[in-house]
């Protein structure tokens, strides 16, 4: 009964592919969110939804694009991978928007 | 636009002694603060946050922080450290605009020597 799930866990692909993550919340929390953890572990925001509709779009390549089905479930599709996508990506969900946030495990990207 | 500073890298501590993590904001309006922690390859778990009212905030795990406005200070604070506390916190502000939108401060991390 994980609060908020990912997967992968652990993505490992090259230069120029596509790829996706998944995010699922059982909490029933109405924002989600995707921030990016680099190597030297400064957390940035990318995305976030509130009740399936886009609050925050921080300047991230348009080569990412976040899809939101439904409340529980925020995806992240990255198009033309480059290396420096590599970094652990991370989803989190909140009651509300600015409540304080439940994060999952992470996806740890790796781009050769 | 908002930021946060974590003035130290890495904070040392003897378990048993009492611990301070400090943390700084710059944010227009009422600030919104949070504490988190991260344990190794783990996501980040909520530990306490201030929005109004009292300026000391109690939270998970024994933790406490308080809020200073004159010095725009937020700093996490126990009074007993465990070795288990050792990991990396970050320290976070909410701006009011219409995102409300999280700022995360660099992260310091937690040494509690046996």
């Known amino acids: 009964d994980t609060a908020v799930s990912q997967t992968p866990k652990y993505l490992v692909t090259q230069m120029g592919n596509d790829k996706s993550i998944k995010c699922e919340q059982n909490?029933?929390?109405?924002?989600m969110y995707w921030y990016k953890q680099d190597s030297k572990k400064f957390l940035k925001i990318m995305f976030s939804?509130?009740?399936?509709?886009?609050?925050i779009n921080e300047t991230v390549p348009n080569r990412f694009s976040p899809k939101s089905p439904d409340k529980a479930h925020l995806n992240l599709h990255i198009n033309s991978l480059e290396l420096g996508d590599s970094a652990v990506y991370f989803c989190?969900?909140?009651?509300?928007?600015?409540?304080?946030?439940?994060f999952g495990p992470g996806t740890r990207l790796t781009v050769l | 636009a908002q930021s946060v500073a974590q003035p130290e890298d890495q904070v040392n501590v003897a378990e048993g002694n009492p611990l301070t993590v400090k943390c700084t904001y710059s944010?227009?309006?009422?600030?919104?603060l949070f504490w988190y922690v991260q344990y190794p390859n783990r996501g980040l778990q909520f530990l306490l946050k201030?929005?109004?009212?009292?300026?000391l905030v109690k939270g998970s795990y024994g933790f406490e922080a308080e809020f200073n406005k004159s010095q725009t200070s937020f700093h996490l604070k126990k009074p007993s450290a465990l070795v288990s506390d050792s990991a990396l916190y970050f320290c976070?502000?909410?701006?009011?605009?219409?995102?409300?939108?999280?700022?995360f401060g660099p992260g310091t991390r937690l040494s509690v020597l046996p």
């Open positions: 944010v227009s309006g009422n600030p919104y």
């Open positions: 939804y509130n009740n399936k509709e886009l609050i």
């Open positions: 976070a502000v909410r701006d009011n605009g219409y995102g409300q939108n999280f700022v």
């Open positions: 201030y929005i109004t009212g009292d300026n």
């Open positions: 989190a969900s909140s009651p509300s928007r600015g409540g304080e946030q439940f």
């Open positions: 909490l029933g929390h109405d924002t």
